[in-house]
């Protein structure tokens, strides 16, 4: 089928050929909503490289989604993907202000900056026993909670488990996280005051 004749094909339709591995039906929905995901990040941040960068990311998880994504309305799908990942963006950047904030006031009281990077190092291994010490499902659905950024449905439906079952392995895994994490209590309730 030629390029031109997508154009009048539904996204609905697109999407049912992006999941057989189309890129010209992807081209075609890259092509029709771009511009809106771009305007959205670029009306609030001003920032047209952000903009491009979270538009792209977007694209690029429905592509690396496009077997296994139910959507029944693109255009909604895309604006809740567009301002999650903004959302996502503003809290890591608010992180890595509190951490430098963090280090900065700990230089100021005469602080060591090498012991600040050694108990961050301390953190991340804590965090990694933590995950380590989770029963597999629990930490399957920790990770792609956390990392893989799925929601509860979204790890239902992959899992094959009920959202309650989900809801329960999360809960558990943050159980198990704040035991592990509980000597490094200050510097974490220090970084949850900026959110």
């Known amino acids: 089928m030629a390029e031109s004749t997508y154009i009048s094909i539904s996204d609905q339709a697109l999407l049912d050929r992006i999941r057989n591995d189309d890129q010209v039906a992807f081209k075609e ?8 995901c771009y305007r959205m990040v670029m009306r ?10 979270l538009t792209q990311a977007v694209f690029v998880s429905l592509w690396e989604k496009r077997k296994d994504a139910v959507i029944q309305n693109l255009a909604s799908y895309l ?3 567009v301002r999650f990942r ?3 963006y503003l809290k890591s950047q608010m992180r890595e202000s509190a951490y430098r904030e963090h280090l900065l006031h700990v230089q100021e009281e005469g602080g060591n900056p090498v012991e600040a990077s050694y108990r961050l190092k301390e953190l991340n291994a804590a965090i990694d026993k933590g ?3 989770m029963p597999p499902k629990t930490k399957t659905v920790y990770t792609m909670s956390r990392n893989g950024q799925y929601s509860v ?6 899992l094959n488990l009920s ?7 999360i809960t558990q895994s943050l159980k198990t ?18 959110f």
Do not use: T
Not at 29 to 36: E, G, M, N, S, V
Not at 153 to 158: F, G, L, Q
Not at 163 to 169: F, G, I, L, P, Q
């Open 163 to 169: 959202e309650k079952a989900v809801e329960y392995h």
């Open 86 to 88: 903004f959302i996502s």
């Open 29 to 36: 929905l890259y092509r029709r909503h771009w511009q809106r």
């Open 177 to 194: 996280m704040r035991l592990v994490l509980r000597d490094f209590l200050p510097f974490l309730l220090f970084v949850q005051e900026i």
């Open 44 to 53: 609030r941040s001003g920032d047209s490289l952000l903009a491009e960068d």
């Open 153 to 158: 449905k979204e790890i239902a439906r992959k």
């Open 131 to 133: 995950v380590d010490m």
């Open 79 to 81: 604006f809740v993907a």
